[in-house]
Structure formats: structure tokens, C-alpha cells
């Protein structure tokens, strides 16, 4: 186990290396390569040995890794989480021509806080697909690395009632600010651009992309004592960083697997989100494989020996705000991992469930909380749900606890990424000695 300090220099750089969910997988692959992970593709046979590292990715935004124990497969100890973000992203003819500024049509992606995202220094990233003189189709990940952009406030001299209750047109106020040009700029000039500065040449044309606008102010580690973490996007690649940790300190003997979804922010329905077949495809052909049994019966019990902790962060109590918090379940910053629970299904945890995963904490001597939403409010959910519901798997809703959910910029405690990391460490022992 690395100390809490090199797990909070690793988490920043994961944060800056992914803007979006494509970078996000990208950045997941490229560690779990280095530890031993073979890539697999969902078009192609897999052969599959006993003792193996294997990951597959499904639309380059969602991936699934997966170790085999030596010894026969009878189920996982199972991560879930969501390499998505709330965030604005390019329409599919974005630029727009106001007085001498060029300006970006945007959408607003997911549950988004939006007035923090005025007078933000704003970065553009995410996936083109073009054509090559050779004819040949590829996406490609982009990056300005810089800020190109912002959505500049209105002054409160020409607004005075800005502090009192405002709201925001998505349609008519939140376009950021590019360029001051005349017309003539089209978007593939401009993307053609951003690929000629990561050195992508012969490229015949743009023919799609996916383009989200993100901050470019760093993560950091901040407080009096560097006790908490500001980053964009901590909801929720805080999990996929810690799930991946973990991973890589799996014990090669233990039959471990991680999936990390996208879509979650707008329901979860697509081919690489929860509600689509990602994870039951993977679950099949490992089945038909490495299971001694295959076949449907083999399938209900590999599925039934398996667990799932769903990760996704939770609301800590804010010191602003102690009211809007049940006052039995105010999960506190860099007190551990948060259990999840809500009577209407909304998460996936129950009494079962719970037991084994606080049994994992206490074996790695970390703290644990509890979060319910006030009766009075509605409740948000996870992936757990979907999963239990898709599988019949039992799942647990954990998460680390946060301020500002669905900000542009987060705040986290900086001693809990390590906790989470020893308890998911602790779970692999957990599930496979129960």
C-alpha cells in the first residue's frame, strides 16, 4: 500500500490527465497496462487462462478489467463506478456569430451546478473521428491542454438582483466566448487545427465529435494542513482512481473485477452505460470460459457467489448548509468511506450487504459512515441499482464524501482516497473467503 501522500500526488495527476470520460479510460488502460493487464476486443475470440489480467472498452468511455485466480472461478469480488461528469458540451454545429466574437452553442450534460462555471478558465477535450487520406475511419482523443475560452458574468451594475435567487438560460447564457474574429471559421477548421498541434496529420476530413469544455485550473491539495482536494470532476473519478488503485494491489489469487460505466449523469442508458450490456457480455464470456460448469447453471451461481461495492461519492455534511442533512447522517470529510442507504431502492445497499463490507473495513482498520437523505428531500442513485436489478447481483452504494457534487470544481478529503483503497483491498479477502 502506497502512503496517503503519494496516493494524493497520483490522484491530482489522474484528475489533470482526464478531462472527459474518453481521457478517463484512457488514463485507467494505460495503468492497468503497467500492471500486467492484457487488452482484450469484444469483436475478437478471447482466450482466457487461469491467472490472467485482462481489461476491454466499449465506445473508449467505459471499461472493464478483470484478474482470474489461479484456481477455479466461482465468483468476483466486483467495483462499480462512472468515468462521466457533468459538464457542457459542444452542440453538433456549435459555432455561433455574435458582434465580432465567435462563440460556442453549447448543451448542458448531466445535473450541472452552472453558475460556477462563469468566469472559469475553459480547456476543450474529447474524441473526433476523421478520415484519412487512406480512407481509413479512427477517433482520435483531443486536448487544448490551455485555456481557449470563458463565459464571461454580466456585471452586477447592469443586473443588481444577480445575488437573489438568479437562474441561467443554458440556451442564451452560458455560450463561452472563443474568438475575436469574423466569420469564415468553420469547426473543422478549428479541430484540424488542435490536431495538427498533437501532431495528427493527413487528415482528409472531420467527420464526427464528442467535445466537452472543461476547467484547466489544476487539482490541488488545499487547506491550512493540504486536508481536502479541489479538482473538477472528483464525482466521480475519485472512484475510478481509488477502484484502480485497488485493483492493482489485488493478491493474485483472488478473482477481482472492476467496471466503470459512462452515461451515469443522464441515466445510465446506453450500449457502454449500467442499463446497457456491458457488463452481463464480459460476466458471459468469462462464464462460458473460465467457469468450470458454463452454462446458465454455471451463470447463477458464479453471478450469486459474486459482490459489488457501487462507488460513488456522497454528500459530506457542509459546514454552511448543517441543515439540509438527517442529523444521524452527516457523513464528515476524511472520516471514511460512507455507506449508502435509502428505503426506496434508490441505492442497492442493505443489511447483508452492509455486513460484509463493514467487515472488509474493520480488517483494514478504516473508518466507516452512514448517509440518508433527509425524508423531507429527494435522493440521487447509483449505479447499484442498475446493476442489481440487470444481475440479481448483491450490491453495496458506498462513496467518499464531498462538497459541491456536480460543481466545475469539487472538494474532497485528502485522507480518504487512502481509506477507500485499504477497505476495497480488504473486500477482494472479504468475498473470497466468505
Request: glycine fraction near 8%.
Amino acid at each position: 500500500m502506497v502512503s496517503a501522500s503519494r496516493v494524493q500526488d497520483h490522484l491530482c495527476r489522474f484528475l489533470d490527465a482526464s478531462p472527459t470520460a474518453w481521457h478517463a479510460t484512457s488514463t485507467m488502460t494505460d495503468q492497468l497496462s503497467q500492471a500486467g493487464y492484457q487488452a482484450l476486443d469484444e469483436r475478437s475470440a478471447w482466450t482466457l487462462s487461469p491467472g490472467g489480467r485482462y481489461m476491454v472498452t466499449r465506445n473508449d468511455t467505459a471499461l472493464i478489467a478483470f484478474q482470474l485466480p489461479e484456481k477455479p472461478l466461482e465468483g468476483f469480488s466486483m467495483m462499480g463506478a462512472h468515468t462521466d461528469s457533468p459538464c457542457l458540451r459542444l452542440k453538433a454545429n456549435p459555432l455561433i456569430q455574435s458582434d465580432d466574437w465567435l462563440q460556442l452553442g453549447v448543451e448542458v450534460y448531466g445535473g450541472a451546478l452552472l453558475a460556477p462555471w462563469f468566469d472559469r478558465d475553459l480547456g476543450l477535450a474529447g474524441r473526433v473521428h476523421v478520415r484519412r487520406s487512406d480512407q481509413t475511419i479512427e477517433g482520435i482523443l483531443i486536448n487544448t491542454r490551455k485555456p481557449i475560452a470563458v463565459i464571461p458574468s454580466l456585471a452586477i451594475h447592469m443586473d443588481r438582483e444577480a445575488n437573489k435567487n438568479r437562474t441561467f438560460n443554458a440556451q442564451t447564457q452560458m455560450s463561452p466566448v472563443l474568438w475575436q474574429v469574423g466569420e469564415g471559421r468553420t469547426l473543422d477548421d478549428l479541430i484540424r487545427e488542435l490536431l495538427r498541434v498533437q501532431g495528427e496529420g493527413d487528415i482528409e476530413c472531420v467527420l464526427g465529435h464528442e467535445l466537452c469544455l472543461y476547467d484547466t485550473q489544476p487539482a490541488a491539495c488545499i487547506g491550512w494542513d493540504g486536508e481536502l482536494v479541489a479538482s473538477a470532476r472528483l464525482d466521480n473519478l475519485l472512484s475510478c482512481f481509488c477502484a484502480t488503485q485497488a485493483l492493482c494491489e489485488a493478491s493474485p489469487d483472488q478473482a477481482v473485477l472492476l467496471v466503470a460505466n459512462d452515461h451515469e449523469e443522464v441515466g445510465s442508458g446506453s450500449a457502454s452505460g449500467a442499463e446497457g450490456s456491458f457488463l452481463r457480455d464480459v460476466l458471459s464470456r468469462i462464464n462460458e470460459s473460465a467457469v468450470g460448469e458454463g452454462g446458465s447453471e454455471g451463470w447463477v451461481r458464479m453471478i450469486q457467489r459474486s459482490f459489488m461495492v457501487s462507488c460513488d461519492n456522497a454528500h459530506a455534511l457542509h459546514p454552511n448548509y448543517p441543515e439540509k442533512h438527517d442529523g444521524n447522517h452527516g457523513p464528515k470529510i476524511n472520516g471514511g468511506p460512507v455507506i449508502k442507504v435509502n428505503a426506496n431502492q434508490r441505492y442497492a445497499t442493505n443489511s447483508q450487504t452492509q455486513a460484509l463490507f463493514r467487515t472488509a473495513c474493520a480488517m483494514a482498520e478504516v473508518p466507516v459512515q452512514e448517509f440518508v437523505t433527509r425524508a423531507d428531500m429527494g435522493c440521487g442513485s447509483t449505479i447499484g441499482p442498475i446493476t442489481a436489478t440487470a444481475l440479481g447481483i448483491p450490491v453495496i452504494d458506498v462513496g467518499l464524501p464531498q462538497w459541491a457534487m456536480h460543481s466545475i470544481r469539487e472538494t474532497a478529503g485528502a485522507h480518504d482516497p487512502e481509506y477507500l483503497i485499504r477497505a476495497l483491498v480488504a473486500f477482494f479477502a472479504a468475498v473470497n473467503d466468505r
